[in-house]
T-cell receptor, first 109, second 114 residues
Framework: GQNIDQPTEMTATEGAIVQINCTYQ??????LFWYQQHAGEAPTFLSY??LDGLEEKGRFSSFLSRSKGYSYLLLKELQMKDSASYLC??????????WGAGTKLIIKP | DTAVSQTPKYLVTQMGNDKSIKCEQN?????MYWYKQDSKKFLKIMFS???????INETVPNRFSPKSPDKAHLNLHINSLELGDSAVYFC?????????????FGPGTRLTVL
């Protein structure tokens, strides 16, 4: 079966750094997405990785290791507005997007 | 100039009723999706259409019927609503169905079945 694992919830402090991990077992791999979803809102695109390595975009970076079936989202200089759920999703060999259950990130002052 | 829009935003109805949710995208995308997000926040794909043709039909009750009159619209009709249908339903669209299929989501429709 296909499976994506993320921690259910994480807590971090404003101004700090947090890393949200995602491991996947899918039938094939054609890319990995990270989405952000604030409570009561729609998911919005954050990043895309298809090759191994780190993709940096401002305060957010995403890393991929295809051999390990592993990715992480790194959030620096945390702000209160970063409190949200972070969804990891993988495109499989049929080009279907398989979603993780999301990690709820709580930022404390 | 909303990219993906859904109506209604909130829908409260009684068990056994039939209801529809409409979705429109003005991004010129070829592929549209319907997702269900339950109280546990898990996002589950229900249907996917590419150029008005069904390409994904996950295991959902046949009380749910999607309809795509053109590639900019994908509506969801639900018959004989049940309590377990209460959830947030998201419509989304993407340029295609290849590897980089970034999806753009509508604001969601919160359905409450009483």
């Amino acid at each position: 079966g296909q499976n994506i694992d993320q921690p259910t919830e994480m807590t971090a402090t404003e101004g700090a750094i947090v890393q949200i991990n995602c491991t996947y077992q899918t039938s094939g791999f054609n890319g990995l997405f990270w989405y952000q979803q604030h409570a009561g809102e729609a998911p919005t695109f954050l990043s895309y990785n298809v090759l191994d390595g780190l993709e940096e975009k401002g305060r957010f970076s995403s890393f991929l290791s295809r051999s390990k079936g592993y990715s992480y989202l790194l959030l620096k200089e945390l702000q209160m507005k970063d409190s949200a759920s972070y969804l990891c999703a993988v495109t499989d060999s049929n080009y279907q997007l398989i979603w993780g259950a999301g990690t709820k990130l709580i930022i404390k002052p | 100039d909303t990219a993906v829009s859904q109506t209604p935003k909130y829908l409260v109805t009684q068990m056994g009723n039939d209801k529809s949710i409409k979705c429109e995208q003005n991004l010129g995308h070829d592929t549209m999706y319907w997702y269900k997000q339950d109280s546990k926040k898990f996002l589950k794909i229900m249907f996917s259409y590419n150029n008005k043709e069904l390409i994904i039909n996950e295991t959902v009750p046949n009380r749910f019927s999607p309809k795509s009159p053109d590639k900019a619209h994908l509506n969801l009709h639900i018959n004989s609503l049940e309590l377990g249908d209460s959830a947030v339903y998201f419509c989304a669209s993407s340029q295609g169905t290849g590897d980089y299929n970034e999806q753009f989501f509508g604001p969601g429709t919160r359905l409450t079945v009483l």
